[in-house]
Nanobody, 120 residues
Framework: QVQLVESGGGLVQPGGSLRLSCAAS????????MGWYRQTPGKERELVAT???????NYADSVKGRFTISRDNAKNTVYLQMNSLKPEDTAVYYC??????????????WGQGTLVTVSS
């Protein structure tokens, strides 16, 4: 019914930048909270940043001042601009949407993940 498609991951040198995108498609009535999470092997998935339907944002302390989350409601798309990347930012990044379907059903949906590698 709903699919999240992520793009923008890859290999970047320390200090570089990447922009991740996550587009939702399907029988969507509205998208509420949108967020980015990341996971490294052997560790639990952790929150990176979230943004509400009204545009309020929340960031993990480790990325404050370097990452910016934004959204395009017309496209049901959330972005993560990552600047001043560090090797410790290396992870698989997942988007997550909290949304309401046309049927009225509430869903939380995860993207498939995109790998970000920060290395020289």
């Amino acid at each position: 019914q709903v699919q999240l498609v992520e793009s923008g991951g890859g290999l970047v040198q320390p200090g570089g930048s990447l922009r991740l995108s996550c587009a939702a498609s399907g029988s969507i009535y509205s998208v509420n909270r949108m967020g980015w999470y990341r996971q490294t092997p052997g560790k639990e998935r952790e929150l990176v940043a979230t943004i509400t339907g009204g545009g309020a944002t929340n960031y993990a302390d480790s990325v404050k001042g370097r990452f910016t989350i934004s959204r395009d409601n017309a496209k049901n798309t959330v972005y993560l601009q990552m600047n001043s990347l560090k090797p410790e930012d290396t992870a698989v990044y997942y988007c997550k949407d909290s949304l309401v379907l046309v049927s009225g059903r509430y869903l939380e949906v995860w993207g498939q993940g995109t790998l970000v590698t920060v290395s020289s």
